[in-house]
């Protein structure tokens, strides 16, 4: 006889800032055809989740209420719906959901899961999907190659410490975008950091020692003039509309979206097995400290990634290396 499981999980009845979110259990349904229930170690904590719960991106915007948190999550399959057979009880998978995965256990199509390689950690693995997803298609979009110099901005935050990772690991010269703080970060990446601020542009032909082939703006500010004076080519800039055009996309519930998203989560997965690139976790948070992470992702100084963990770090409580060490600005 199959256990009932409770399910402690993040919701909210109205849009606002990360207060609005409360805990709530409840009993989960069995999971149906095809589905598993993950029991979730790690979730990621991505700045789409706060535009769709403050109602400033309206993609899902007739959704009913109350609604779910939670997109990005690593765990462990607990139980197996009629028809399931590449998953069982005990396996490890990465996995993502439009909204849920601020929770203790998801039932999740086995289509919108991987296998979790053992090498990655649940940290990483949890927090991979949406920003890596965005990192990876965006540099898919450009073709990024072996002639490229490439610009970044925010290249120490989630997204962009992927995709200046996997810039450089398909050959490029990157060159990313960050305060003080982060140049040792970046260099110790590969990456050549270059502070934001006025005089940008003048620093970036400084260290670029040729022409910019193009350019990612994830912070969106003033990206698209910058391009323009450092002569991107046409074709070749992101801007911050395009990386928001690019996530909805790798949220959207119909069968082809899951089946890109979950190609591109495969990928990540690879890449990052082999190495490819790193997610520093900077701030890891029990479930229940869930406000606390989302105000920490507001500030806009994260380095690598926020994530949420459910079990190892609901016993004890860590000050974060960058605020012990550094003064925010
Ligand atoms: N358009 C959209 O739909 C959309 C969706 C999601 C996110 N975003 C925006 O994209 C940005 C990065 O996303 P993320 O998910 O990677 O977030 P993240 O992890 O929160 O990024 C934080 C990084 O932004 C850097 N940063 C702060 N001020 C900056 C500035 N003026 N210029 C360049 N970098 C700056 C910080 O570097 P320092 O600490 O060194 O300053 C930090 O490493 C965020 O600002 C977010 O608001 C846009």
Known sequence: MTRSIEVVGYQYDRHGDATVLEQRTRVLSAPGPNEVTVEIVCAGVNHMDALIRRGVEQAWADDPWPRSSGSDFAGIVVACGPGVTALHRGSEVIGHVRSGAHATHVNVSVASLV?????LSWELAGGMFLAGGTALTTLDELRIGHDDTIVISAA???VGSIEAQLAKHWGARVIGTCGDRNFDYLRQLGIIPVKYGDGIADRIRHVAHGPVTAFIDNFGKDGEGLAVELGVPDGRYRSSAD?????VALLREDPDSVRSGTTQLQRLA??????????LVSGLYPLADIVEAFEDLDRLHARGKIVLATHPVAAYRTLRARD???ALP
Do not use: T
């Open 324 to 326: 012990v060490h550094e």
């Open 270 to 279: 690879h890449l990052a097995q082999l190495g490819a690139f790193r997610l």
């Open 243 to 247: 990386r928001r055009d690019v996530e």
């Open 156 to 158: 120490a935050g989630g």
């Open 115 to 119: 296998v979790k390689p053992r090498n």
